[in-house]
């Protein structure tokens, strides 16, 4: 069983930054792969960037370049680095961890930027 907390949400303006953290309870945290989504107004849930247990990440197009997506395993936490901040980036942004058939929600943190 591993539960998940997401922290770092904010009002932000446009151009600005924030720093997501998803920090798991549990043992072998290190073994799970970790995506952050996020739910946007008016939008379906999109995975916007995962990092699999041995540290290859994956972004969506939308976000290259502006965020990035780590993780510290003695730490148990996952965190998203979200530069370049724009107004389309608004929403509730929630960490999944995973392995096999388990899989794990957190509650979810909001992110809101302002123009």
């Known amino acids: 069983q591993v539960q998940l907390v997401e922290s770092g949400g904010d009002l932000v303006q446009a151009g600005g930054s924030l720093r997501l953290s998803c920090a798991a309870s549990?043992?072998?945290?290190?073994?799970?792969?970790v995506g952050w989504y996020r739910r946007t107004p008016g939008k379906q849930r999109e995975l916007v960037a995962e990092?699999?247990?041995?540290?290859?990440?994956n972004y969506a197009n939308s976000v290259k370049g502006r965020f990035t997506i780590s993780r510290d395993n003695a730490k148990n936490t996952v965190y998203l680095q979200m530069n370049s901040l724009k107004v389309d980036d608004t929403g509730v942004y929630y960490c999944?961890?995973?392995?096999?058939?388990?899989?794990?929600w957190g509650q979810g943190t909001q992110v809101t930027v302002s123009s």
């Open positions: 549990g043992s072998f945290f290190g073994v799970y792969a």
């Open positions: 990092i699999t247990s041995g540290g290859l990440t």
């Open positions: 999944s961890a995973s392995r096999g058939p388990f899989v794990y």
